[in-house]
């Protein structure tokens, strides 16, 4: 898998919808196109500012570590 | 080729509305079991239809026990008997099987009931919803997510509808003043509704349906012969579902939404520009605009400059939600706008009448898609 997608959309959460989640709002959630096709969420890591994110905008997957062992498929716009 | 007349195009009618005071109930210190809610909205559309219990041979439940609620209401020698979860989507399934018992001589007055009770086990509106696995990894708040997630990329590809978004919530809130039942009728101005808070953005406070107590109960009957007199005929009605990808589509709504409003418009015989008032299940804002791309009543990608430009407010050419909406008046999943539908319908709509209208459509717009037309 070459790893590459682009920003279908996202959306902030601005409350808290499941107790004890590790990432406290806001946090963001994209739905991403891969290149070979599927959809699928992932979480925008935290270190990047929602702000600069585009409809469309290429994206380069990049695991998030939710929690210490834990991490989930996330995506990061390519720079 | 002539039109082909559907058989059942108005043959069953709506003769009975009865629906609790939200408004009362919302400043009410302890919420209402819901049996005792629905026996409220029953007795009320009873005495709007001139009916006994006696009379009612089939009975519909939306988010209710069928068998408690028929023991508790004396209701006895059901010939039809029907229980769906609550939800907008279920309305259009359970008026469709209403209407084809009573074609079909299977019953002869089906009463549909819904409640709603803060002492039930249903959610916050804002709450997750059925959530997959790959949802709650990411904390994927429920089906609001989604909806925002569509509408920024509906605002991507044709144009900014956040202040399309905004004129839905204040129509639907300026319609509430006029509506002594609605639970919020203090007047909001862009500024209240920018300044509320966000929650899954795009979508703000506002943009979300509210929680509240109630019921609401329609009477359906094959259409009494000779003049209409308040019964309001279904003209036609449909229903599209796609739960292939459910939410996660690229599309959720567009392709159900276009499929239902074909067959109901068939069935009705009529055209969106024949349509008088529309009622859009506005769980969130958004949705009104996927209903009037999603139904035909504005060309694709059009609804939300059809909603800036002032049409969908009780003045405009397509008055939406009279009532005051899912926003304002009360979220009882759908029912209370068919009510109003048929409320308006009968010229009975009080402050609120929309003069003329003599043809309304009931839309909702889900991974499962309905709509029904009335007139009268």
């Avoid at chain 2, 003043?177 to 979508?203: H, K, S």
């Avoid at chain 2, 048929?342 to 009931?362: H, M, W």
């Amino acid at each position: 898998m070459a790893g590459t997608a682009r920003l279908w959309s996202w959306t902030t959460f601005h409350r808290e919808y499941f107790a004890g989640y590790p990432l406290a709002p806001p946090y963001t959630v994209l739905m991403v196109e891969l290149t070979e096709g599927v959809r699928m969420l992932a979480t925008l890591p935290t270190d990047i500012d929602p702000a600069c994110l585009y409809c469309d905008q290429p994206m380069q997957f990049r695991a998030f570590e939710l929690e210490p062992g834990a991490s989930i498929p996330g995506f990061a716009p390519i720079s | 080729m002539a039109e082909r007349h559907h058989p059942l195009r108005g043959a069953a009618s709506i003769i009975g509305v009865g629906s609790t005071d939200y408004a009362a109930l919302k400043v009410r210190s302890e919420a209402v079991p819901p049996l005792d809610l629905a026996a409220m909205a029953i007795d009320a559309a009873l005495a709007d239809a001139d009916l006994a219990r006696a009379d009612i041979d089939a009975l519909t439940t939306m988010g209710l026990p069928w068998d408690q609620l028929a023991v508790r209401e004396g209701l006895r020698d059901l010939r039809v008997t029907v229980e769906y979860a609550a939800g907008g989507r279920w309305v259009v399934p359970a008026l469709q099987h209403a209407v084809q018992s009573v074609a079909a001589g299977s019953a002869d007055t089906v009463l549909l009931v819904l409640a709603l009770s803060r002492l039930a086990t249903y959610e916050d509106s804002a709450a997750p919803g059925t959530n997959t696995l790959f949802e709650a990894m990411h904390a994927m708040g429920g089906p609001a997510a989604h909806s925002a997630l569509m509408a920024r990329r509906y605002s991507h590809e044709f144009g900014d509808c956040s202040a399309a978004l905004r004129q839905v919530a204040r129509s639907n809130r300026a319609n509430a003043a006029l509506n002594p039942a609605a639970v919020f009728r203090q007047p909001m101005t862009d500024a209240d509704y920018d300044g509320a808070r966000l929650i899954a953005e795009p979508l703000r406070l506002f943009d979300y349906c509210m929680v509240n107590d109630g019921a609401v109960a329609l009477i359906v009957t094959n259409t009494p012969a000779g003049p209409a007199g308040r019964a309001v005929a279904i003209g036609g009605l449909a229903a599209s579902a796609d739960q292939g990808a459910h939410y996660s589509a690229a599309d959720f709504y567009h392709r159900p939404s276009q499929a239902a409003a074909a067959e109901m418009f068939a069935m009705a015989g009529l055209a969106p520009s024949d349509i008088d008032l529309i009622q859009i299940y506005d769980n969130y804002t958004p949705s009104v605009l996927f209903a009037l791309d999603g139904f035909g009543f504005t060309p694709r990608g059009e609804a939300a400059r059809f909603v800036e430009a002032g049409h969908i407010t009780r003045d405009g050419s397509l008055p939406l939600n009279t009532s005051g909406g899912h926003t304002s008046e009360a979220y009882m999943q759908g029912m209370n706008l068919v009510a109003e539908a048929v409320r308006q319908l009968r010229g009975e709509a009080g402050e609120r009448q929309i003069s003329g209208a003599q043809t309304a459509c009931y839309m909702c717009v889900t991974p499962m898609a309905g709509g029904c037309v009335l007139w009268t």
